[in-house]
């Protein structure tokens, strides 16, 4: 296991500006994930961590060692890539073994073959703790296929076997489970999370996927044009955003932003309607921010519009309520059964619940009510 620092880590290709003034104290055992949109620079931070490219600034630290210009194989932590690069004419076996037989061989003695090199008490023991990480991952049936006798999901757990068995100090991972499909990628999401609680190895691991980060995630960075946002976990970044990019970012269905303003006496109003609390701070326009989940139907609500499109996933029911002015449709996740009777083409209103409510500045940044209490809506008109 181990603690992992970045510091102030600052990286360009060329005149662009990748990486800004990264910080993070990755702990030790933490399940930290790096998400952001494309190009954000996620994967450069993750090979700066594994040595893979150098920051122009700034210095990475392992268990309190920094490592800045240590080689990659000099640091002990073990890559898993989106492609598995597995050796398609070695069986399972083999591909999971290469990692220990190469670390038992200098570098002279690796080009001939490897396998003649190695005493036969030595290759009894690389094959048990194959066999063990395979059982583990329940691969151990796969061992004599070749990757490309295996599905995508397999040739995933092959790739992790093969870092887990050098018993890396920490697993760094660049969207391993984007080339399978959806089932198999919510299935080996739940895998991972039991593997990195079984293992409590410390695990970066790097996502375009707010799903994934919201769902495995012991903390989460959501990082945007070469800048940490905000860090956190998931739990926090989802509730209580520092910034309306960051709210934008996290949730599915997206949050709905509406016109809101804060009057000169504090009253928080949306889409001109009283939200009921005051605010202390500067008067003028805000976007509210609700979460979809966040409103129900009430008619003396203050979000009135008509359903222009409804859709019925089973479990819970998305409505698309336009709404006279707004460009963009606010959408209302529901229960099945408080749906009932809201039909497509009628008008309705919705309350919201005015502690769940987010309201962001002209700046974008979060006001936050602090310490200010909700105060009643007919005591502010
Ligand atoms: N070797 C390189 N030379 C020049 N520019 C590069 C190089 N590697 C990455 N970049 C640029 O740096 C930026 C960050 O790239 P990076 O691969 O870190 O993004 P990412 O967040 O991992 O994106 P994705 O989700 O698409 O994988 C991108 O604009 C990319 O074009
Ligand atoms: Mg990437």
New binding site residues.
Partial sequence: MAGIELRQIS?E??N?Q??REIEIDIRRGEFLT?V????????????ILAGL?QPDRGSVHIDGREVTGVAPAERNLAMVFQSYALYPHLSVAQNMMTPLVLRDLSARERWPLLGPLISRAKRRDIAGQVREVAETLQIDHLLPRKPGQLSGGQRQRVALGRAMVRQPLAFLM??PLSNLDAALRVHMRAELSQLHRRLGTTFVY???DQTEALTMSDRMAV?ME?KILQIGPPDDIYRDPDTLEVARFVGSPRINLLPGEIASGGAVTVLDHALGFALPGPAGPVQIGLRPEHLRPDPGGSIEGCIVHLENLGAEVHLHLAIEGQEEPVIVRLAPEQAQGLMLGTRHAFSVDPGRVLIFGADGMRLRRGAAQPVPARELA
């Fill in positions: 990286k290709f060329g662009t990748v990486l790096l952001g949109p494309s190009g954000c620079g996620k994967s450069t931070l993750l090979r490219e660049d969207e790097v996502t375009h990082m070469g």
